[in-house]
């Protein structure tokens, strides 16, 4: 397995930065944009492997051949939240990835998880400032 990693203090407590990120996969704002922004292909396949409230979250998602469209073993995604105060929360973002996955990317898996790793921060990140 081939790993990225990210960690960021967010301003915000615990139980938000898990509820967001729970309530993320299922959401239809992020499911349009997950069709809009894969036009083509199968709808979402991120599923939860693994919970602790408040403390962890695993999401994995299938990786999408783009030149025959299978989908085969792709990202796993893992959230470890750490309160660090009543109002500040440590978030330690990884993502792996197969080998077989890498094969397939032709070098690019490792720049698209660290763009993927990228979004992903900026969304937490946007917690911090609510939308009005």
């Not at 993320?24 to 919970?51: C, Q, T, W």
């Not at 403390?55 to 085969?72: M, Q």
């Amino acid at each position: 397995m081939r790993k990225t990693y990210a960690s960021v203090d967010i301003e915000v407590p615990v139980a938000t930065c898990y509820s967001y990120v729970k309530n993320s996969v299922g959401n239809p704002k992020f499911l349009a944009a997950y069709r809009e922004l894969h036009r083509g292909r199968r709808e979402y396949s991120g599923r939860f492997l693994n919970e602790s409230e408040n403390r962890r979250l695993v999401i994995h998602e299938k990786a999408i051949d783009s030149v025959t469209g299978i989908r085969f073993s792709g990202w796993t995604i893992t959230y470890d939240l750490e309160p660090v105060s009543e109002t500040k929360t440590k978030v330690d973002v990884s993502l792996e990835y197969s080998v077989f996955m890498a094969l397939m990317g032709m070098s690019t898996t490792k720049l698209q998880s660290i763009n993927e790793m990228l979004g992903r921060g900026q969304s937490l990140l946007a917690l911090e400032y609510p939308q009005r």
